[in-house]
T-cell receptor, first 114, second 115 residues
């Protein structure tokens, strides 16, 4: 059973460009979570999605950041007009819909903004 | 609001010695508690979790943790450290409800194993 998949693993963007990060949850999982990890920091929750619905986006910056989890295909975290402060590792986790929703993490996308 | 405090950003132990990584939490509702391990440039791997029931939980790689409600703690231990245990360890809390919310993480503890 494949784990959570994220791509790209590394992404370099110049200031002002757009970054698109993709996450495919584990098979059978319908819940997706995005986290950001800054250097020397723990992970900070950004957004929680189910298929076609944003459940909790309390950790998302109000501007430039958006997330979606369409009926078909991976979840996308989109950062518009990136700035240097967006440089971080972005992790996706998925959990099943029933029972205890233990979150399983992907390998992350490391975004570098030049 | 929930929070997690991990005491000691770096912990160094000798190979074969006891590992103790401290985690204290605050939560207004009965918490679900987790320990994750992160190796360099990799994602987080679940070590163990506490949801309900037995307060001493066993995880992978010989690690275990004990939920102590009175102390609001969930410390991680391993009787004998191995070189392969060197990594970053994160404690996290969820507010229950099936864990259907974002986890709140501590800042992490970097475990160093001395030969």
């Amino acid at each position: 059973n494949a784990g959570v998949m994220q791509n790209p693993r590394h992404l370099v963007r110049r200031r002002g460009q757009e970054a698109r990060l993709r996450c495919s949850p584990m098979k059978g999982h319908s819940h997706v979570y995005w986290y950001r990890q800054l250097p020397e920091e723990g992970l900070k929750f950004m957004v929680y999605l189910q298929k076609e619905n944003i459940i909790d986006e309390s950790g998302m910056p109000k501007e430039r950041f958006s997330a979606e989890f369409p009926k078909e295909g991976p979840s996308i975290l989109r950062i518009q007009q990136v700035v240097r402060g967006d440089s971080a590792a972005y992790f996706c986790a998925s959990s099943p819909s029933g029972g205890i929703k233990t979150q399983y993490f992907g390998p992350g996308t490391r975004l570098l903004v030049l | 609001a929930q929070s997690v405090t991990q005491l000691g950003s770096h912990v160094s132990v000798s190979e074969g010695a006891l590992v103790l990584l401290r985690c204290n939490y605050s939560s207004s509702v009965p918490p679900y508690l987790f320990w994750y391990v992160q190796y360099p440039n990799q994602g987080l791997q679940l070590l163990l979790k506490y949801t309900t029931g037995a307060t001493l939980v066993k995880g992978i790689n010989g690690f275990e943790a004990e939920f102590k409600k009175s102390e609001t703690s969930f410390h991680l231990t391993k009787p004998s450290a191995h070189m392969s245990d060197a990594a970053e360890y994160f404690c996290a809390v969820s507010s229950g409800g099936g864990g259907a919310d974002g986890l709140t993480f501590g800042k992490g503890t970097h475990l160093i194993i001395q030969p």
